[in-house]
């Protein structure tokens, strides 16, 4: 993993995870089969929606990430920045308005870009730090929830891969 670039602390709507209830088993690909996950593994998970229009400045940290790398920048010569959702490479992002996998159409996310982002405890050894929109820090008995606006203060850095495989990770901070 390459240096961490990051994103300018903006406005979104929780809409998919927890914030504060971290994944404590992976299930494998291959056998389906799940497993507890040690506590140094455990991680959260959850997707953010933020406004197309005020997505620039994220992105464009997301792209200087990637950029900064000397196997991700040829990465991005191949790429149109305009069309992110139809590359291969993993940005960790979703379209809300486009359909979900099953065809689905997602009302609650049109005209924004969901962020797919995690947050390790065995990385860093606290929990998440969660601020709503109005600046209010939040705890598991204040009742966050999905629908709910945070700020959102999280970095991205390239996974290091340049094959198929080749990524970015949006972390929490």
Same mark, same amino acid.
């Given at each position: 993993?390459? %240096?961490?670039?990051?994103?300018?602390?903006?406005? /979104?709507?929780?809409?998919? !995870?927890?914030? @504060?209830?971290?994944?404590? %088993?992976?299930?494998?690909?291959?056998?389906?089969?799940?497993?507890?996950?040690? $506590?140094? $593994?455990?991680?959260? =998970?959850?997707?953010?929606?933020?406004?197309? $229009? $005020?997505?620039?400045?994220? @992105?464009?940290?997301?792209?200087?990430? /990637?950029?900064?790398?000397?196997? +991700?920048?040829?990465?991005?010569? =191949?790429?149109?920045?305009?069309?992110?959702?139809?590359?291969? @490479?993993?940005?960790?992002?979703?379209? +809300?308005? &486009?359909?979900?996998?099953? !065809?689905?159409?997602?009302?609650? &996310?049109?005209?924004?870009?969901?962020?797919?982002?995690?947050?390790?405890?065995?990385?860093?050894?606290?929990?998440?730090?969660?601020?709503?929109?109005?600046?209010?820090?939040?705890? %598991?008995? =204040?009742?966050?929830?999905? +629908?709910?606006?945070?700020?959102?203060?999280? =970095?991205?850095? @390239?996974? +290091?891969?340049?094959?198929?495989?080749? !990524?970015?990770?949006?972390?929490?901070?």
């Amino acid at each position: 993993m390459t %240096e961490s670039v990051q994103y300018p602390v903006v406005k /979104v709507r929780h809409v998919f !995870g927890d914030v @504060f209830k971290p994944v404590t %088993e992976q299930t494998d690909r291959r056998t389906n089969v799940k497993s507890a996950l040690p $506590e140094n $593994e455990q991680y959260i =998970s959850a997707g953010f929606a933020i406004r197309k $229009e $005020e997505f620039q400045p994220v @992105f464009d940290a997301m792209w200087a990430a /990637v950029a900064a790398d000397p196997k +991700g920048a040829p990465l991005l010569t =191949s790429m149109n920045a305009q069309d992110i959702v139809n590359t291969k @490479f993993k940005w960790k992002l979703i379209d +809300g308005d &486009a359909p979900d996998q099953d !065809g689905n159409d997602r009302p609650w &996310a049109h005209g924004c870009w969901i962020i797919r982002t995690t947050y390790s405890y065995g990385r860093f050894g606290r929990p998440l730090t969660v601020i709503d929109g109005s600046y209010r820090p939040l705890d %598991e008995t =204040s009742g966050a929830k999905r +629908g709910d606006y945070y700020q959102l203060d999280a =970095s991205v850095a @390239f996974n +290091g891969n340049g094959d198929d495989t080749a !990524g970015v990770y949006q972390n929490l901070n």
